[in-house]
């Protein structure tokens, strides 16, 4: 049996090219509904993109799993309590379930959060979670930024991302202040009064924003519904749009990782996002959810039934802020009176108030959000950072960090020295000295204590990589010397206690060139300088190879030296 053969010209080897073409357009990688959807989207190629990226796995990380989840449940719950709540002061006779106020006059606000918790079915477990999801997000968002600060997340490229934390954590704040001030009870009404207040001590325009605020004078008819729509919608959009922007800049970063064997600054050691990672992350979230429901079933916040409504005329003794809120309710009690004066016989210039109340909180924001660029122009370090440091390496961050948590410690303990000089039976005078004191010196005490502190560990590092890791083994050789027995690290071991960079203080360059003309940035570099060496003094450098060459020498020699005798343990003293 014979073939023929037909010859074609050239250009008829391409006639099936088209075909074949339309036949792989035809198959498309999804179907059904999903395919529907990405013919006229084009979402499968980004979204294959996502489900492969991958992400490391260290306990820290969850922290901020733990401040979306929390704020998830705020809006889910949330939700569910616009339903009933009515933003509004209209005074209204209660006649609800709660007996003891039964006939009171109360605002329509207080009673439809009574109704809420007493004549809704759930209402109460879900105000509650509500409540004590706020105050999870606020702790995970504050924890979280803590821990991005100690191991130096912040870096490029995430400056950006560290500002949006920034100003997240400070509309948290706002956003729970809103949102305990709703229900219009004798606890938040205080609030509301020293907001007022606060408000008041503006220098020239402070009565006039009281008085566009309240609706006129305190307490107003306006300053509900207000609150009602900052919490329900404004800041939650802003929240909502920054959290969105957070991650999909940290997928655009890529996530850091913790210093190991394999682990670079250009590559990310871990699991994919799709099936592992999301597997994890959808029964992490179930398990917050849990936790903070069991919390809420179990554990009572904000009864205001038993505050009782807002009444303008009584002083409220005993009342405290949320602990986010209480620095700055501790900050006014620390200042002093005399601050306040008179000038031209008419103004009266309230700074012993106005400083601690309207700018205390914008300024910290503001030396938090800029830290990283002033860490950055002190050390000139322009390189991306996608490996964290150990807290221990950065001990000079470290100790302006823990600074800063001992001084916003303080405050919020000043903001009960009404209640600890009750319950101690002490002065509160002199509870309110003793804490201006410690506010001043506890800060540099805690800043020198944790740099000796890392500077101690990083030594510990260094002879743990030069002479091994502690056995407790005790051998005694012939001539009566006690040695204990180091059993070497393995190279996984050794790794994160050397792979970091030790930078050395900036020199001063010349101030002057040889012409003798001064340099206009002398001055800025002299203050370089001097910051450089804040940060860069004390450093304990890492072992390096030749080092650890030379140790695991010296240890081979003392190990081939003779011993008469064999070793035996340490016997006890015998007792007389």
Not at 261 to 282: D, L
Not at 451 to 456: A, M
């Amino acid at each position: 049996m014979s073939a023929t053969y037909q010859p074609r010209h050239a250009g008829a080897l391409r006639d099936g090219d088209g075909a074949a073409a339309e036949r792989r357009a035809e198959q498309k990688p999804l179907g059904g509904i999903a395919g529907w959807i990405d013919d006229r989207t084009g979402l499968a190629k980004g979204s294959s993109t996502l489900l492969r990226k991958v992400f490391p796995e260290h306990w820290s990380f969850m922290l901020g799993e733990i401040a979306m989840y929390s704020l998830i449940v705020c809006l889910l719950t949330g939700v569910f309590l616009t339903f009933w709540f009515v933003p509004s002061m209209t005074q209204v006779v209660y006649d609800g379930s709660y007996v003891p106020l039964q006939g009171v006059i109360v605002s329509d606000a207080y009673r439809s959060t009574l109704d809420i918790s007493f004549d809704i079915r759930g209402g109460l477990l879900i105000r509650q979670i509500h409540h004590w999801a706020a105050l999870i997000f606020v702790v995970a968002v504050f924890v979280h930024m803590a821990r991005i600060f100690f191991t130096g997340a912040f870096r490029k490229p995430r400056e950006i991302n560290w500002v949006f934390g920034t100003i997240l954590s400070l509309l948290a704040c706002i956003e729970g202040f809103a949102g305990y001030s709703l229900p219009d009870d004798l606890l938040s009404g205080t609030g509301i009064r020293a907001m007022n207040g606060f408000v008041q001590s503006a220098p020239i325009i402070g009565s006039y924003l009281s008085y566009f605020i309240f609706g006129g004078a305190f307490p107003g008819e306006q300053i509900i519904p207000i609150l009602y729509s900052v919490h329900i919608l404004l800041i939650p959009a802003i929240l909502v749009g920054l959290f969105i922007l957070h991650i999909v800049l940290v997928f655009v970063h890529k996530h850091t990782q913790y210093p190991g064997p394999g682990r670079t600054n250009n590559n990310v050691v871990g699991y994919p996002f799709m099936p592992v990672y999301i597997a994890k992350a959808g029964g992490f979230f179930f398990i917050v959810f849990g936790v903070i429901a069991l919390v809420a079933a179990v554990v009572t916040i904000n009864p205001i039934w038993a505050y009782g409504p807002y009444d303008p005329s009584p002083i409220t003794a005993g009342s405290q802020p949320d602990w986010y809120m209480g620095f700055a309710d501790g900050a006014l009690r620390l200042v002093p009176g005399w601050l306040e004066f008179v000038s031209w016989g008419d103004f009266t210039w309230s700074m012993n108030i106005f400083p601690f109340s309207l700018i205390l909180l914008p300024l910290m924001w503001t030396i938090i959000g800029v830290y990283p660029f002033v860490e950055k122009w002190v050390t000139r370090d322009n390189r991306e950072h996608h490996l964290l440091d150990r807290p221990r390496n950065a001990p000079t961050r470290t100790g302006i960090g823990v600074a800063g948590i001992v001084m916003y410690c303080v405050l919020m303990f000043a903001a009960g020295n009404d209640l600890m000089a009750i319950k101690l039976h002490l002065s509160i005078n002199d509870i309110t000295n003793a804490l201006r004191l410690l506010f001043f010196i506890g800060p540099p005490i805690a800043f020198w204590i944790t740099k000796r502190i890392c500077l101690s560990l990083q030594r510990a590092d260094r002879q743990k990589v030069l002479h091994g890791r502690e056995t407790g083994t005790i051998w005694r050789h012939a001539d009566g010397r006690f040695e204990e027995i180091h059993a070497p690290l393995t190279p996984d071991e050794r790794w994160p206690l050397v792979q970091h960079e030790v930078a050395e203080p900036l020199e001063l360059v010349q101030e002057v060139d040889a012409n003798g003309v001064a340099s206009p940035a002398a001055r800025k570099e002299r203050l370089r300088a001097k910051l450089s060496r804040f940060y860069f003094r004390d450093r304990v450098a890492p072992a390096t190879p030749s080092e650890l060459e030379a140790a695991h020498h010296e240890h081979e020699v003392q190990e081939t030296q003779p011993m008469s005798v064999a070793p035996e343990e340490i016997e006890p003293a015998a007792r007389h």
